[in-house]
Protein backbone atom coordinates (compact mmCIF):
# COMPACT_ATOMS: atom_id res chain seq x y z
CA UNK A 1 0.00 0.00 0.00
CA UNK A 2 1.76 3.38 -1.35
CA UNK A 3 1.09 5.92 1.09
CA UNK A 4 2.75 8.52 -0.54
CA UNK A 5 2.28 8.70 -4.62
CA UNK A 6 4.19 10.52 -7.09
CA UNK A 7 2.02 9.61 -10.27
CA UNK A 8 5.09 11.47 -12.74
CA UNK A 9 7.77 8.94 -12.94
CA UNK A 10 9.54 12.56 -15.23
CA UNK A 11 8.97 15.66 -15.98
CA UNK A 12 11.39 17.49 -18.74
CA UNK A 13 10.92 21.54 -17.94
CA UNK A 14 12.82 24.50 -20.14
CA UNK A 15 15.23 26.24 -18.74
CA UNK A 16 14.13 29.80 -16.75
CA UNK A 17 10.12 27.85 -16.42
CA UNK A 18 8.08 26.63 -13.78
CA UNK A 19 8.71 23.09 -12.49
CA UNK A 20 5.73 21.68 -10.63
CA UNK A 21 6.28 18.14 -8.96
CA UNK A 22 3.12 16.68 -7.67
CA UNK A 23 2.62 14.54 -4.45
CA UNK A 24 -0.24 12.81 -3.04
CA UNK A 25 -0.60 11.10 0.46
CA UNK A 26 -3.28 8.94 1.82
CA UNK A 27 -2.46 8.67 5.16
CA UNK A 28 -4.34 11.46 7.44
CA UNK A 29 -1.59 11.04 10.36
CA UNK A 30 0.58 11.88 8.32
CA UNK A 31 1.62 16.38 9.71
CA UNK A 32 5.28 16.79 8.30
CA UNK A 33 6.04 16.56 4.24
CA UNK A 34 9.47 16.81 3.26
CA UNK A 35 10.80 17.27 -0.30
CA UNK A 36 14.53 15.86 -1.06
CA UNK A 37 16.39 16.07 -4.01
CA UNK A 38 18.97 13.07 -5.65
CA UNK A 39 21.81 12.76 -7.73
CA UNK A 40 23.00 9.79 -9.22
CA UNK A 41 25.30 7.67 -6.36
CA UNK A 42 24.49 10.19 -4.07
CA UNK A 43 22.43 10.23 -0.96
CA UNK A 44 19.28 12.81 -1.02
CA UNK A 45 19.91 15.87 0.03
CA UNK A 46 17.17 17.75 2.24
CA UNK A 47 15.40 20.71 0.01
CA UNK A 48 12.18 21.86 1.95
CA UNK A 49 9.69 21.22 4.05
CA UNK A 50 6.09 22.50 5.38
CA UNK A 51 4.23 21.05 8.61
CA UNK A 52 0.55 20.43 8.17
CA UNK A 53 0.04 23.63 10.12
CA UNK A 54 0.74 25.76 7.38
CA UNK A 55 -0.87 25.82 3.44
CA UNK A 56 2.86 27.33 1.95
CA UNK A 57 6.33 27.63 2.65
CA UNK A 58 9.21 29.15 0.25
CA UNK A 59 12.78 29.09 0.35
CA UNK A 60 14.48 31.39 -2.36
CA UNK A 61 13.24 29.39 -5.72
CA UNK A 62 11.02 26.45 -4.09
CA UNK A 63 8.03 26.70 -2.40
CA UNK A 64 5.97 24.03 -1.46
CA UNK A 65 2.08 23.73 -1.38
CA UNK A 66 -0.13 21.71 0.82
CA UNK A 67 -3.58 21.12 0.50
CA UNK A 68 -4.38 18.73 3.02
CA UNK A 69 -8.48 18.45 2.28
CA UNK A 70 -7.06 17.05 -1.21
CA UNK A 71 -3.96 15.03 0.79
CA UNK A 72 -1.72 16.83 -1.84
CA UNK A 73 1.56 18.73 -1.91
CA UNK A 74 3.25 20.33 -4.92
CA UNK A 75 7.15 21.66 -5.19
CA UNK A 76 7.49 24.74 -7.27
CA UNK A 77 10.81 25.64 -8.83
CA UNK A 78 11.11 28.86 -10.17
CA UNK A 79 13.20 29.46 -12.25
CA UNK A 80 14.31 26.28 -12.88
CA UNK A 81 17.71 25.63 -13.63
CA UNK A 82 19.66 23.19 -15.95
CA UNK A 83 21.55 22.30 -12.07
CA UNK A 84 18.07 21.63 -10.46
CA UNK A 85 17.67 18.12 -13.04
CA UNK A 86 17.80 15.55 -10.61
CA UNK A 87 15.14 12.97 -8.54
CA UNK A 88 13.08 14.51 -6.54
CA UNK A 89 11.11 12.32 -3.49
CA UNK A 90 7.85 13.57 -1.39
CA UNK A 91 8.53 12.41 2.11
CA UNK A 92 5.77 12.35 4.93
CA UNK A 93 6.04 11.83 8.15
CA UNK A 94 3.19 10.15 11.24
CA UNK A 95 2.58 12.02 14.24
CA UNK A 96 4.91 11.08 16.55
CA UNK A 97 6.88 8.61 14.51
CA UNK A 98 10.42 10.54 14.90
CA UNK A 99 12.93 9.35 12.16
CA UNK A 100 10.54 7.16 10.01
CA UNK A 101 9.92 8.69 6.69
CA UNK A 102 7.59 7.09 3.72
CA UNK A 103 8.56 8.38 0.69
CA UNK A 104 7.11 8.38 -3.05
CA UNK A 105 8.84 6.59 -5.92
CA UNK A 106 10.45 9.94 -7.02
CA UNK A 107 9.72 11.99 -10.32
CA UNK A 108 12.47 12.29 -12.55
CA UNK A 109 12.78 16.27 -13.16
CA UNK A 110 15.08 17.11 -16.21
CA UNK A 111 15.57 20.81 -17.41
CA UNK A 112 16.76 21.44 -20.89
CA UNK A 113 18.36 24.22 -22.22
CA UNK B 1 31.48 19.44 10.55
CA UNK B 2 31.31 16.03 8.46
CA UNK B 3 28.26 14.84 6.93
CA UNK B 4 27.21 10.76 7.29
CA UNK B 5 29.38 8.10 6.64
CA UNK B 6 28.42 4.79 5.01
CA UNK B 7 30.86 2.20 4.67
CA UNK B 8 31.92 0.47 2.04
CA UNK B 9 30.24 2.61 -0.94
CA UNK B 10 30.18 -0.96 -3.47
CA UNK B 11 29.36 -4.64 -2.02
CA UNK B 12 29.07 -7.23 -4.19
CA UNK B 13 27.97 -10.91 -2.52
CA UNK B 14 26.28 -13.87 -3.73
CA UNK B 15 23.08 -15.89 -2.59
CA UNK B 16 23.16 -17.06 0.69
CA UNK B 17 25.72 -15.08 1.88
CA UNK B 18 25.42 -12.23 4.90
CA UNK B 19 26.79 -8.26 4.68
CA UNK B 20 27.20 -5.72 7.54
CA UNK B 21 27.21 -2.28 6.01
CA UNK B 22 28.46 0.46 8.51
CA UNK B 23 26.90 3.91 9.33
CA UNK B 24 28.81 7.03 11.35
CA UNK B 25 25.86 10.33 12.06
CA UNK B 26 26.87 13.52 12.11
CA UNK B 27 28.53 14.09 15.07
CA UNK B 28 25.79 15.39 17.94
CA UNK B 29 23.38 13.27 16.31
CA UNK B 30 21.93 10.43 18.24
CA UNK B 31 19.37 8.75 15.92
CA UNK B 32 20.59 6.65 12.91
CA UNK B 33 17.89 5.52 10.26
CA UNK B 34 18.34 2.94 7.31
CA UNK B 35 16.55 2.83 4.20
CA UNK B 36 16.57 0.51 1.51
CA UNK B 37 16.11 2.57 -1.88
CA UNK B 38 15.28 -0.11 -5.14
CA UNK B 39 14.17 1.49 -8.40
CA UNK B 40 10.53 2.28 -8.98
CA UNK B 41 9.98 1.45 -5.15
CA UNK B 42 11.21 4.68 -3.82
CA UNK B 43 12.86 4.77 -0.35
CA UNK B 44 11.78 2.36 2.19
CA UNK B 45 11.89 2.29 5.69
CA UNK B 46 14.48 -0.37 7.63
CA UNK B 47 14.31 0.87 11.32
CA UNK B 48 15.58 3.31 13.29
CA UNK B 49 17.52 3.33 16.33
CA UNK B 50 18.42 5.97 19.08
CA UNK B 51 20.40 5.74 22.19
CA UNK B 52 20.96 2.22 20.93
CA UNK B 53 17.73 1.37 21.02
CA UNK B 54 15.60 0.32 18.36
CA UNK B 55 12.97 2.91 18.45
CA UNK B 56 10.75 1.73 14.73
CA UNK B 57 10.85 -0.73 12.45
CA UNK B 58 9.43 -0.66 9.17
CA UNK B 59 8.74 -4.07 6.99
CA UNK B 60 11.38 -6.05 6.63
CA UNK B 61 12.07 -9.55 7.39
CA UNK B 62 14.05 -10.72 10.54
CA UNK B 63 16.96 -11.19 7.84
CA UNK B 64 17.43 -7.47 8.19
CA UNK B 65 18.91 -6.31 11.48
CA UNK B 66 20.68 -3.60 13.13
CA UNK B 67 22.53 -2.33 16.09
CA UNK B 68 24.11 0.96 17.48
CA UNK B 69 26.83 1.64 19.66
CA UNK B 70 27.56 3.84 22.61
CA UNK B 71 29.16 6.49 20.41
CA UNK B 72 26.02 6.50 18.07
CA UNK B 73 27.54 4.77 15.19
CA UNK B 74 25.59 1.70 14.14
CA UNK B 75 25.39 -1.37 11.24
CA UNK B 76 22.90 -2.81 9.76
CA UNK B 77 22.90 -6.39 8.87
CA UNK B 78 21.54 -8.77 6.02
CA UNK B 79 21.83 -12.49 6.56
CA UNK B 80 21.12 -15.19 4.11
CA UNK B 81 21.26 -13.07 1.05
CA UNK B 82 18.37 -12.81 -1.90
CA UNK B 83 18.52 -11.40 -5.55
CA UNK B 84 16.32 -9.07 -4.56
CA UNK B 85 18.38 -7.57 -1.76
CA UNK B 86 20.05 -5.62 -3.92
CA UNK B 87 19.77 -1.88 -3.47
CA UNK B 88 21.17 1.15 -2.45
CA UNK B 89 20.47 1.66 1.71
CA UNK B 90 21.08 4.62 2.75
CA UNK B 91 21.51 5.32 6.25
CA UNK B 92 20.65 8.92 8.01
CA UNK B 93 21.13 10.77 10.88
CA UNK B 94 19.11 13.16 13.27
CA UNK B 95 18.81 14.96 16.51
CA UNK B 96 15.38 13.52 16.80
CA UNK B 97 13.89 16.86 17.02
CA UNK B 98 10.49 17.49 16.18
CA UNK B 99 10.00 18.75 12.13
CA UNK B 100 13.87 18.29 11.59
CA UNK B 101 15.22 16.63 8.29
CA UNK B 102 16.86 13.57 8.18
CA UNK B 103 20.83 13.80 6.97
CA UNK B 104 21.40 11.39 4.18
CA UNK B 105 25.15 9.79 3.70
CA UNK B 106 25.67 8.66 0.13
CA UNK B 107 24.77 5.15 0.65
CA UNK B 108 26.09 1.26 0.37
CA UNK B 109 25.11 -0.20 -3.29
CA UNK B 110 24.87 -3.83 -2.76
CA UNK B 111 24.31 -6.18 -5.56
CA UNK B 112 23.27 -10.03 -5.05
CA UNK B 113 24.64 -12.18 -7.54
Known amino acids: DQQVKQNSPSLSVQEGRISILNCDYT??????FLWYKKYPAEGPTFLIS?????DKNEDGRFTVFLNKSAKHLSLHIVPSQPGDSAVYFC????????????FGTGTRLQVTL | KAGVTQTPRYLIKTRGQQVTLSCSPI?????VSWYQQTPGQGLQFLFE???????NKGNFPGRFSGRQFSNSRSEMNVSTLELGDSALYLC????????????FGSGTQLSVL
Open chain 1, 27 to 32: NSMFDY
Open chain 1, 91 to 102: AARDTGTASKLT
Open chain 2, 49 to 55: YFSETQR
Open chain 2, 27 to 31: SGHRS
Open chain 1, 50 to 54: ISSIK
Open chain 2, 92 to 103: ASSLRQPNEKLF
